[in-house]
């Protein structure tokens, strides 16, 4: 920058800045809390060597990634943007096995579906019969209200029973996964 205003780096490290100043371009005068962050994780002369190396398009680009390591760093020293990571990929596994349970309920209820309206229209009576004589061949108008609510209920019943076998195969994978997580 010379002269007037020097970056932020060169006002943290009191040194006047030069024209050809490596940081200049990078580290502004009104956003000096970001070249300090990556100044206290990865050093001014660690920087600077980095970005001499690497091709004036890419630099841009290569400080960004190092603030953001740098702000990462601070807020978790162990780990840094690999807890981040770690974090979300946990997220999105269990994320999918959720919605593996979703799409098990989805299929147990298109079934529950699929059986249940062949189930009313052929329940066996043998004192129903129609015009041709056929025993045992109900049309929907010949099924009593309380015969359907039976089969409604009974078929409710299955779906719950799987729908908790399916719940509890989840919550012990869950539990197996990120147990240690949750304590």
């Not at 593996?100 to 249940?116: N, S, T």
């Not at 049309?139 to 078929?155: A, N, T």
């Amino acid at each position: 920058m010379g002269g007037n205003s020097p970056c932020a780096s060169c006002k943290l490290l009191r040194r006047r800045c030069a024209t050809d100043c490596i940081f200049a371009p990078y580290f502004p005068s009104d956003d000096p809390h970001k070249f300090a962050i990556v100044h206290k994780v990865f050093g001014a002369s660690n920087v600077s060597k980095m970005l001499q190396e690497l091709p004036v398009q890419q630099r841009a680009d290569a400080v960004s990634s190092l603030v953001y390591e740098a702000n990462a760093r601070v807020r978790d020293p162990v780990y840094g943007c690999v807890g981040a990571i770690s974090f979300l990929q946990n997220q999105v596994s269990e994320l999918q096995m959720q919605l593996a349970v979703a799409q098990a309920e989805m299929l147990c209820i298109q079934m529950q579906q699929q059986v249940q309206d062949p189930m009313v229209q052929q329940i066996p009576n043998p004192t129903a019969s129609h015009g041709s004589g056929a025993v045992g061949q109900l049309s929907e108008d010949d099924i009593r209200y309380d015969d359907k609510q039976f089969l409604l209920h009974s078929h409710h019943h299955q779906f719950i029973n799987s729908s908790n076998a399916i719940h509890d195969q989840y919550s012990l994978k869950r539990e197996t996964i990120f147990g240690d997580m949750v304590s």
